[in-house]
């Protein structure tokens, strides 16, 4: 992956601001693309764009295919007669939640549904042919995940949204004759789901052109594990591990780390490696494929677990008591390589990373990541301090697991705070910026920040605490909180350190 001098910020495009419940991709995203192009930032990294469940974390998505239809912007749906105005009032923050800065995820749940089933109703008697030409060619073209997501997610809302596992036995194995008989008596249903999707990808699509048109590429982020309650385990059991009753028999997770002293419990089924490669890796390459389809370049979270992964047994009550198991290497990479030509991808490397790991990364030509937080605690140098960063890197001042660089500091030993002050040259006052600086300078082809420190907001703005549970995945933008001076800055700082186009 050959790479410029640039610069990004991440965002999950639901932390956006804007009217409604959450972040849209609607007008709000575009003047965060128009922010960018203005700060001379050439990459917006979001999070992944799969629909939350329970918990809220777009890590644990119901499918690896399918888009969020909390992103679907209302307005173009009044636009084209789908919804009205007083229909879309339930949809907007009230005035006391739009000083919160929170993602109301419980609002979302009950009335993106209504919103969605509304519109479909009224799209099924428009007479405009292109919409339904378009409707129908997208089905047809994402049949292979749409068919089975949207049997899955109609299958969910009638069974009251429990776990597949807790189904009725013929729809939990998928008899087909149980599936033919649903499918029958609830074609509208299925075809809202399909509708939903629709949406989301024309308004992703339009999105992703309005940003390639301002000079903006995005990097999309890809977890490495599907979610146990998905539409992907459900209709493949078989690419996973699980026993006969179709319960996991081993988990994912990792062992103890800088976040949690027990490791962290994910609970997803592992891959059962050696069908896919029989299949020589059918599902991911169709899986990489469609999500080159949404970004520019790919951010792979846990990429460490293709070379070796830690298995818990299912049952456990934290992750301590697992064991690495070999994963597939560059056999599946050489599969996608094969089937998709050279592949975008940015490694995510972080955590206990052997040397068959840096092989394995180097070998294939992907950067992996350096954060600048994780330089100050350890006494010793290592390899996250900017002068030990090879240009084949991303580096970020932190993540979206990681606190805010205000919150760190706020929190930090007082020997790491006193490192990262000297290091930056800093000052508690502006040390947000000063972490920018620090990183933006540094030898990184990609230099990236998220939005909480172009803020410099605190630890209320911390996106995810890995390990803990509840509490995380809502933080949101204030309305216009990214200002023209914040834009000024920022393209000053790029400017000086030749990370804009040109410059």
């Not at 040390?431 to 620090?438: E, G, L, Q, V």
Request: charged share 20%; with cysteine.
């Amino acid at each position: 992956m050959n790479i410029p001098r640039s610069c990004g910020v991440i965002l999950h495009p639901l932390s956006l601001s804007g009217p409604w419940l959450c972040g849209t991709m609607g007008e709000e995203a575009h003047a965060f693309v128009d922010f960018c192009a203005e700060a001379g930032i050439g990459w917006w990294q979001v999070l992944p764009l799969g629909p939350t469940a329970y918990g809220d974390s777009p890590y644990q998505s119901p499918s690896a295919f399918a888009g969020n239809p909390y992103l679907i912007d209302p307005r173009p749906l009044i636009a084209q007669g789908l919804l009205t105005h007083n229909e879309t009032e339930s949809y907007r923050m009230n005035s006391s939640a739009a000083t919160t800065e929170r993602i109301d995820y419980a609002g979302l749940f009950a009335i993106n549904t209504e919103l969605m089933d509304t519109a479909w109703g009224r799209f099924k008697t428009n007479d405009r042919q292109q919409i339904q030409t378009d409707f129908g060619r997208f089905c047809a073209t994402n049949a292979v995940w749409l068919d089975d997501y949207a049997l899955f997610a109609a299958i969910k809302e009638t069974e009251h949204y429990h776990a597949w596992n807790e189904w009725p036995q013929e729809l939990r194995f998928r008899k087909r004759s149980a599936l033919s008989r649903f499918s029958l008596e609830h074609e509208d249903h299925i075809g809202r789901v399909k509708f939903s999707q629709f949406l989301f990808f024309s308004q992703w699509q339009a999105l992703k052109d309005y940003a390639h048109a301002h000079g903006v590429k995005i990097i999309g982020d890809i977890p490495i594990f599907a979610a146990y309650d998905s539409a992907d385990v459900w209709a493949h059991p078989e690419l996973f591990r699980l026993d006969h009753e179709g319960v996991p028999t081993h988990v994912a997770g990792v062992p103890p780390d800088y976040f949690t002293a027990t490791g962290q419990l994910w609970g997803n089924p592992l891959y059962n490696w050696p069908f896919h490669a029989k299949q020589n890796y059918a599902w991911w390459i169709e899986r990489v494929r469609h999500s080159f389809r949404l970004v520019d370049a790919l951010r792979i979270d846990h990429f460490r677990g293709f070379e070796a992964y830690w298995a818990v047994p299912a049952g456990e009550p934290t992750a301590e008591h697992g064991r690495w198991e070999k994963g597939p290497g560059y056999t599946l990479f050489n599969a996608l390589k094969g089937a998709l030509g050279e592949l975008p991808i940015i490694a995510e490397d972080l955590g206990f990373i052997t040397p068959e790991v840096i092989d394995l990364r180097d070998g294939l030509g992907f950067p992996g990541m350096r954060i600048l937080q994780f330089a100050f605690e350890p006494e010793e140098d290592n390899p996250d301090y900017p002068h030990n960063y090879p240009q084949h890197c991303i580096a970020y001042t932190g993540t979206h697991d990681n606190d805010t660089s205000t919150g760190w500091l706020e929190s930090a030993s007082p020997a790491a705070r006193a490192r990262a002050l000297a290091y930056t040259n800093g000052s508690p006052r502006s040390f947000c910026w000063d972490m920018i600086r620090t990183v933006w300078a540094s030898p990184a082809c990609i230099a990236v920040a998220p939005a909480q420190d172009l803020l410099a907001l605190g630890s209320e703005a911390r996106m995810n605490f890995p390990g803990r549970q509840n509490g995380y995945w809502t933080w949101r933008m204030r309305e216009n909180a990214l200002s023209a001076d914040i834009a000024r800055r920022l393209r000053s700082l790029s400017e000086t350190y030749f990370r804009v186009s040109g410059v």
